[in-house]
């Protein structure tokens, strides 16, 4: 007979990887959050379906942070400190990601695909920053090089008054110097504003053919509506952050129609595209009735590309490997969208397309 001691204990379950998220889940963006936390769900879900990560689960840690940059430094601490998360994936905001990027450097955590484009997160070099999508600069010079071609040389331009608006600006007439131009307008607005009639008027005064807005759906879609009522048949133009889901649904049937938004993933609704076609298919089996759109497609990109440098790190993965994990996928293709790091360089992708609202929306 056995002795207790010699008795095969089974084996324990090795603990969750745990993945830190803060974002406005609450309040006029919260659409936009809600989508891009299920893209990185569709894939964090198949990864624990396929027996997870060497053996380990993923468990996402969504927080609220209603866009506020007091809230994001509050919750990253309770990731960091309480939850311990290996990285942080998907945070939201210009002002956001600044607010918490000394905490970031400190602790020396991976801060993976924030949700902003803007120089002073990119530049200077941020060893924990792995960023996925291009830069506001690459956005603002591919719509403005769109509109002088289009012989749109009036160009006004509507911020919000944040660090998102003051690197749009900066980087708006630096593209428009590029073609020895000034702005015909500059008017900014509080973010999440509805109140743009003043903005509007001030656009139209100028005598503006074009407009480039930079702010989220709510305020873009004020604008949009305050435009048409005063008749202006300006080109509206909007960065990938405005949350095109949320700007289609805010804007009456048909008024959408026309206005230029630019991208910084693959199309949606293009299978033709590996990477785009797995999406799809993830996201029919986590839904009833799936629906796509960029926002959730840049969650799961950033997801897959997180869990690449995840395998990479081996079995027990600390945040210091897990940073050396990435830096070794120098050049990653997730099938058709290439992600490449390189010295002093942590900007995965430069893509960026325009794409423009048609009278019907797009479907699966």
Do not use: C
Request: aromatic fraction near 6%; charge should be positive.
């Amino acid at each position: 007979m056995r002795s207790a001691a010699a008795v095969k204990q089974p084996a324990k379950a090795p603990p969750e990887l745990v993945i830190g998220q803060s974002a406005p889940f609450s309040g006029a963006s919260a659409q936009t959050a809600k989508s891009y936390q299920e893209g990185l769900l569709a894939w964090f879900s198949e990864v624990n379906r396929r027996g997870g990560i060497h053996g380990r689960r993923l468990r996402l840690i969504s927080l609220d942070d209603r866009y506020e940059p007091k809230l994001t430094l509050r919750n990253t601490r309770q990731l960091i400190e309480q939850q311990q998360a290996i990285a942080l994936i998907g945070f939201f905001g210009t002002a956001n990601s600044k607010a918490i990027l000394p905490l970031v450097e400190k602790v020396g955590i991976p801060y993976v695909a924030p949700r902003t484009g803007a120089k002073a997160v990119l530049s200077p070099y941020r060893p924990m920053v792995f960023n996925m999508r291009a830069s506001y600069q690459a956005e603002i010079d591919q719509v403005i090089d769109h509109l002088v071609r289009d012989g749109r040389h009036q160009v006004a331009v509507v911020h919000i008054k944040d660090a998102y608006g003051d690197d749009g600006l900066r980087s708006t007439k630096k593209a428009l110097a590029r073609h020895d131009l000034k702005p015909a307008a500059v008017t900014g607005v509080m973010r999440d504003s509805t109140n743009t009639n003043t903005a509007a008027r001030q656009v139209v005064a100028a005598n503006a053919n074009a407009v480039l807005i930079i702010a989220t759906f709510t305020t873009s879609a004020a604008l949009s509506r305050d435009l048409s009522r005063l008749g202006s048949r300006a080109q509206l133009m909007n960065l990938s952050p405005v949350g095109i889901e949320g700007l289609q649904d805010a804007l009456p049937a048909g008024q959408a129609n026309g206005i230029g938004i630019s991208q910084v993933v693959p199309f949606p609704w293009n299978r033709r595209v590996p990477v785009v076609a797995q999406y799809q298919q993830l996201m029919q089996r986590q839904q009833k009735e799936a629906s796509y759109g960029y926002t959730s497609l840049e969650g799961f990109l950033a997801a897959r590309w997180l869990t690449a440098a995840l395998d990479k790190a081996g079995p027990n993965p600390s945040r210091a490997n897990l940073v050396g994990a990435f830096r070794t996928l120098t050049n990653l293709d997730l099938g058709g969208f290439k992600l490449k790091l390189g010295p002093g360089n942590n900007q995965g992708s430069d893509l960026v397309e325009l794409t423009f609202l048609g009278s019907q929306r797009w479907g699966p």
